[in-house]
Structures are given as structure tokens and as C-alpha cells.
């Protein structure tokens, strides 16, 4: 994928985060970004890696993994799920909704 079809995935209050507030190594499958309060719908991918701040809704594939920032927090998501990271002073996430 390139870097604008990720960046049509990744909204942030409602529209597609701004290319300079994100990176993605396609080689690596990884989404990085310091924002909070992101909305990533990756429902239909498996095997990517996000890196992002607190507040965040993930809409992911299987084998997906997240590391959350502001915790210095790995979440391993075997399964299709949807997600919220927890604010960045509580570890852990809430599972919304599973496939």
C-alpha cells in the first residue's frame, strides 16, 4: 500500500490524518504516528504493525500488533477485533467489537 491509500484509512477528527503527521514503511508493514485520538481502519489487513499515541481506535485484521506510546505498551491482536487504547496514564486497551 502506499502511503496515500494508509493515509485514507487513518482519520483524525473525522478526515484523513495530514501526510506529515504519520510515517509508513511499506517494507515493514509499519504505521507510526505521536497523535492521539486516531481512527484506523485496517479491518480487512492482517500482519501490520501501528505505533501511535493514546485515545486510538483500531479496526484491525489477525497478527496484528500495536505499541502504544505514551505506556511503552505492546498489544498482540490474533484475531480480528476492534480496539480503544486506553489514555495514556491507564495500561491496556477495550475490546469493542471482535469479528
Not at 7 to 19: S, Y
Not at 24 to 45: G, H, P, R, V, Y
Request: hydrophobic share 35%; glycine share 8%; net charge negative.
Amino acid at each position: 500500500m502506499t502511503k496515500q491509500e494508509i493515509q485514507q484509512r487513518v482519520l483524525q477528527g473525522g478526515k484523513p490524518i495530514a501526510f506529515n503527521k504519520f510515517g509508513w514503511d511499506e517494507e515493514t508493514k509499519t504505521f507510526s504516528s505521536d497523535e492521539d485520538n486516531l481512527l484506523l481502519d485496517f479491518a480487512d489487513i492482517s500482519y501490520y504493525t501501528f505505533i501511535t499515541g493514546s485515545n486510538c481506535i483500531f479496526k484491525t485484521g489477525s497478527i496484528c500488533i500495536v505499541f502504544h506510546k505514551d505506556r511503552y505498551e505492546v498489544i498482540e491482536l490474533k484475531q480480528d477485533k476492534t480496539i480503544k487504547l486506553n489514555g495514556c496514564d491507564i495500561k491496556g486497551f477495550v475490546v469493542m467489537s471482535t469479528k
